[in-house]
């Protein structure tokens, strides 16, 4: 059994610093200013041989029933109580705060096992705070630096003591090639859910997930990091992310705010397929067509969501989204798109559906042979025009080079004289003719090699 850690403190203290120094890379935003992270977040880590499934979580505040901060603790407390070790992190440079004896004693009530780490103990100036943190009754201090890597070996006994009072995990011997060949077919499917602010990220996901996983209000920019959550549908593995909102960057004027904005640009761009949440009452404005085409350009697989389906005007927005779809994403004609309430949890089915039916189209790989008739078709239906030099192109033949996305190579005797229009007819007919709608499609024009050039 892997042994699943909870890092708790308040705000401020250095959680998501040593979130990243366990999982081994910056994956949790770290900013000077309190509060940055609001998410539970949980990811695979390894400390020396020592496997670990490590949780993120906000920094504890007391906060009105109905509040943000509130509604963060909720989720702080969940992860307490999924964990089977607490990591309690106090600031040693600053000391006790009324915040780490209130929360000490909700940890202490919880019976979970902790590890309190006086974090930030860089020099010796932290000493008087060192002896203070006997008082939360929470055991011995490690002195700690989760920026520095120091006391990574003591916490590393500590946590093998746990990891001992783990049940045994059942191995099953019994596995052939065929069976680590299947698993490999059925790797996670990348699925991140992106957007402008306030549309319905979270709740979307929450919806699909059917659990209050991640932080919604009224406000917009409640999620500020990119986080996953492992999950299956239909018997499909995904890997499903939720992601701070878009907005124009020539309005990010914000620190945090531009963090926040690339680690969801990283986390659609690692995507297989991307969910585009639009606004049913201002859909495909000029930003949602920006991170479109970011995504499209990027090579991911795009389903567009139409999101607050119940509570808008229909007829209106379907004739606006058809008309902005043709005219401005031709790079990828045919983009599914399905209308939804996420709120209501009204046509989640189709939009899963769509994502599948994209992801296959994405994986797709066409046979030679049957490529090679459709281009010879193709190229009789309408022959390429005259190069610059006033000679007919000649196209030998077309391969596919890979899929995610599919791309193929043509071969021609003069690859710098086939005009654009020409390749893009020929995408056009890709898709209409293999079924590959809603999908980036690469085409590149390589040169015939002469195969009397060495003699």
Same mark, same amino acid.
């Given at each position: 059994?892997?042994?699943?850690?909870?890092?708790?403190?308040?705000?401020?203290?250095g959680k998501?610093?040593?979130?990243?120094?366990?999982?081994?890379?910056k994956t949790?935003i770290?900013?000077?200013?309190p509060?940055?992270?609001?998410d539970?977040?949980?990811a695979?880590?390894?400390?020396?041989?020592?496997?670990l499934?490590?949780i993120?979580?906000?920094?504890y505040?007391?906060?009105?029933?109905e509040s943000?901060?509130?509604?963060?603790?909720l989720?702080?407390?969940?992860?307490?109580?999924?964990?089977?070790?607490?990591?309690?992190?106090?600031?040693a440079?600053?000391g006790?705060?009324?915040?780490?004896?209130?929360?000490?004693?909700?940890?202490?009530?919880s019976g979970?096992?902790v590890?309190?780490?006086?974090?930030?103990? /860089?020099?010796?100036?932290?000493?008087?705070?060192?002896h203070?943190?006997?008082?939360?009754?929470?055991?011995?201090?490690v002195?700690?630096?989760?920026?520095?890597?120091?006391?990574?070996?003591d916490?590393?006994?500590?946590?093998?003591q746990?990891?001992?009072?783990?049940?045994a995990?059942?191995?099953n011997?019994?596995?052939?090639?065929?069976?680590a060949?299947?698993?490999?077919a059925?790797?996670?499917?990348?699925?991140?859910?992106?957007?402008?602010?306030?549309?319905?990220?979270?709740?979307?996901?929450?919806?699909?997930?059917?659990?209050?996983?991640?932080?919604?209000?009224?406000?917009?920019?409640?999620t500020?990091?990119?986080?996953?959550s492992?999950?299956?549908?239909?018997?499909r593995?995904?890997?499903?992310?939720?992601?701070?909102?878009?907005?124009?960057?020539?309005r990010?004027a914000d620190d945090?705010?531009?963090?926040?904005?690339?680690?969801?640009?990283?986390?659609?761009f690692?995507?297989?397929?991307?969910?585009?949440?639009?606004?049913?009452?201002?859909?495909?404005?000029?930003?949602?067509?920006?991170?479109?085409? /970011?995504?499209l350009?990027?090579?991911?697989?795009?389903?567009?969501?139409?999101?607050?389906?119940?509570?808008?005007?229909?007829?209106e927005a379907?004739q606006?989204?058809?008309?902005?779809l043709?005219?401005s994403?031709?790079?990828?004609e045919?983009?599914?798109?399905?209308?939804?309430?996420?709120?209501?949890r009204e046509?989640?089915?189709?939009?899963?559906?769509?994502?599948?039916?994209?992801y296959?189209?994405?994986n797709?790989?066409?046979?030679?042979?049957?490529l090679?008739?459709?281009?010879a078709?193709?190229?009789?239906?309408?022959?390429p025009?005259?190069?610059?030099?006033k000679?007919?192109?000649?196209l030998?033949?077309?391969?596919q080079?890979?899929?995610?996305?599919?791309?193929?190579?043509?071969?021609?005797?003069?690859?710098?004289?086939?005009p654009?229009?020409?390749?893009?007819?020929?995408?056009?007919?890709?898709?209409?003719?293999?079924?590959?709608?809603?999908?980036?499609i690469?085409?590149t024009?390589?040169k015939?090699?002469?195969?009397?050039?060495?003699?």
């Amino acid at each position: 059994m892997v042994l699943r850690i909870a890092i708790i403190g308040r705000p401020n203290v250095g959680k998501s610093t040593l979130f990243n120094r366990l999982v081994g890379r910056k994956t949790a935003i770290v900013h000077d200013k309190p509060g940055v992270t609001r998410d539970r977040r949980e990811a695979p880590a390894k400390l020396y041989d020592l496997p670990l499934s490590v949780i993120d979580t906000a920094g504890y505040e007391f906060a009105k029933a109905e509040s943000l901060e509130n509604k963060m603790w909720l989720q702080t407390r969940r992860a307490l109580e999924e964990a089977d070790v607490c990591l309690f992190l106090i600031d040693a440079r600053s000391g006790l705060h009324p915040f780490d004896e209130h929360l000490a004693g909700l940890v202490r009530a919880s019976g979970k096992p902790v590890i309190l780490l006086a974090n930030k103990c /860089e020099g010796k100036a932290q000493e008087d705070s060192i002896h203070e943190a006997y008082k939360l009754g929470l055991g011995t201090p490690v002195i700690f630096s989760a920026e520095h890597g120091i006391g990574l070996a003591d916490l590393y006994e500590l946590l093998c003591q746990e990891a001992k009072k783990l049940p045994a995990e059942e191995k099953n011997e019994e596995s052939s090639d065929d069976e680590a060949k299947d698993d490999e077919a059925k790797r996670p499917i990348q699925l991140a859910v992106i957007g402008r602010p306030n549309v319905g990220k979270s709740t979307l996901v929450n919806a699909l997930l059917n659990d209050e996983r991640m932080l919604t209000g009224p406000e917009a920019g409640v999620t500020r990091d990119a986080i996953t959550s492992s999950w299956t549908y239909g018997g499909r593995k995904i890997n499903l992310v939720d992601t701070a909102g878009l907005r124009r960057r020539s309005r990010v004027a914000d620190d945090l705010e531009k963090m926040s904005a690339a680690s969801t640009r990283h986390a659609a761009f690692m995507a297989q397929v991307v969910i585009l949440v639009l606004d049913a009452n201002a859909v495909l404005d000029k930003q949602d067509l920006t991170i479109a085409r /970011e995504v499209l350009d990027e090579g991911r697989a795009l389903v567009i969501a139409v999101n607050k389906w119940d509570i808008a005007d229909r007829r209106e927005a379907l004739q606006k989204l058809n008309d902005k779809l043709q005219t401005s994403l031709a790079q990828a004609e045919g983009v599914p798109t399905v209308t939804i309430s996420a709120l209501k949890r009204e046509n989640l089915d189709k939009l899963m559906r769509a994502v599948f039916k994209v992801y296959d189209r994405w994986n797709m790989r066409i046979p030679t042979a049957p490529l090679n008739q459709w281009f010879a078709d193709m190229i009789d239906k309408y022959p390429p025009p005259l190069g610059k030099n006033k000679r007919r192109i000649k196209l030998r033949y077309i391969t596919q080079a890979k899929t995610r996305p599919p791309a193929f190579y043509i071969f021609s005797s003069n690859p710098e004289g086939l005009p654009d229009s020409y390749l893009h007819y020929l995408t056009k007919q890709l898709r209409e003719s293999f079924d590959m709608r809603g999908i980036p499609i690469r085409i590149t024009v390589r040169k015939t090699g002469n195969p009397y050039a060495e003699k």
